[in-house]
């Protein structure tokens, strides 16, 4: 058995990760009031951009969103951070989730399916693909377990992007939609949270 976890950064931050912490609040408080409301997810075939942002903060067991408020929490105070602007920050999640929505809607559109969909993965895997375009050296503490042996250790944020991104990638072109986890989202919210980086974030970067 392998397994691989990011949790947290080994950066110092230098403040408070508040939109991070409102985020997953958020997350948690809507778990509790209303898990699985079919008000809040996403029907690809309307295209409501109300609804991309509501489904990507409902889950639909605590398996679910644990997980994802995990990996949420390994990346995003670092980006919050790096980006420096609350309204910046908050609005890139945001494109985030439209774009994430929009391509699952242009996926649905294609193939003919047209599940409902909800969950922080994409806004997560744009998170992921923000720190690889801004911190590509930032350092991951990632718990890795392999037969005996089990630590953290410190991954780079470049080289987590690319492995996660490019599994399920891998897991889309062999398995589709089949496992229920909905891959398309996670590609295309990795994908455009690098481009959301490289397009509105370079002169920041600099």
Known sequence: MFIAI???TSLILGGRPYVTWAIMAIC??????????????YFPDTWNPFTMLTASVA???????????????AFSPMVEMAIANAKR????????????????????????DYFPTLGLSGVVFGVVGLSAYLL???????????LAFARNIYIPAWILAV????????????????????FISHIS????????GYFYFGEHKK
């Open 59 to 73: 889950h639909a067991d605590w398996e679910h969103i644990i997980f994802n408020l995990i990996f949420f929490y």
């Open 163 to 182: 492995w996660y991104i490019g599994e399920d990638i891998l897991d889309m072109y062999e398995y589709g939609m089949s496992t229920g986890i909905n």
């Open 28 to 41: 948690l408080i809507i778990h509790i009031l209303a898990s699985a409301s079919e008000s809040l997810m």
């Open 136 to 146: 590509p050296r930032a350092r991951v503490v990632t718990f890795v377990w392999f």
């Open 189 to 196: 919210g990795g994908i455009a949270g690098y481009m959301i």
């Open 6 to 8: 990011p949790h947290s």
């Open 89 to 112: 920050f908050i609005l890139a999640l945001m494109a985030i989730a439209f774009a994430v929505g929009t391509t699952y809607s242009l996926f649905s559109l294609i193939t003919g």
